[in-house]
T-cell receptor, first 112, second 110 residues
């Protein structure tokens, strides 16, 4: 089993719909992150959480929200999806920012 | 404002030769640098890192060099192997934030 599991792997949704991307990890790490990858822009941080009671905005949090349901679970929601949120989304965990981060396999989201 | 830049979107290298991937940064406060490798349909995986107090770190075929005065980071892979074909991201951190570059697609030619 993968250390970091993202569901779904692929999703097509319509503009205006609410969608949730889920992430679970078995690493036992406190820190979890959501990134999006766009061609030519690399990976950009959306939200991050250092423990269950801690949620922080990243550089591109507008239009997104997150929930840290447990140490092992961190979900990302798009309340009203728009086409420019079409991207590849990655969840990651680490025990510290400056150490190795473990990434999930990604969720390819298409908003039509 | 792109604080971490990888100016070469792609690079092709013959098998057995040295691959050199470059990364430039603008924020002098960055104190830790990392390289990640990404295969298609997979998440990035950690490759190697270096602290700002060092200028070189080596791990097998992979060596990372840091030139703080030039704000430049490079990854050397020698010898290059077909399995090294992937997208490589450099990343830099200050405090709790990690900033990624845009990636370089490395293709190893057999």
């Amino acid at each position: 089993d993968a250390d970091v599991t993202q569901t779904p792997r692929n999703r097509i949704t319509k503009t205006g719909k609410r969608i949730m991307l889920e992430c679970s990890q078995t690493k036992g790490h406190d820190r979890m992150y959501w990134y999006r990858q766009d061609p030519g822009l690399g990976l950009r941080l959306i939200y991050y959480s250092f423990d269950v009671k801690d949620i922080n905005k990243g550089e591109i949090s507008d239009g997104y929200s997150v929930s840290r349901q447990a140490q092992a679970k961190f979900s990302l929601s798009l309340e009203s999806a728009i086409p420019n949120q079409t991207a590849l989304y990655f969840c990651a965990t680490s025990d510290h920012m400056n150490t190795e981060a473990f990434f999930g396999q990604g969720t390819r989201l298409t908003v039509v | 404002d792109q604080q971490v830049k990888q100016n070469s979107p792609s690079l092709s290298v013959q098998e057995g030769r040295i691959s050199i991937l470059n990364c430039d940064y603008t924020n002098s406060m960055f104190d830790y640098f990392l390289w990640y490798k990404k295969y298609p349909a997979e998440g990035p995986t950690f490759l190697i890192s270096i602290s700002s107090i060092k200028d070189k770190n080596e791990d097998g075929r992979f060596t990372v060099f840091l030139n703080k005065s030039a704000k430049h980071l490079s990854l050397h892979i020698v010898p290059s192997q077909p399995g090294d074909s992937a997208v490589y991201f450099c990343a830099a951190s200050v405090g709790e934030k990690l900033t990624f570059g845009t990636g370089t697609r490395l293709t190893i030619i057999p």
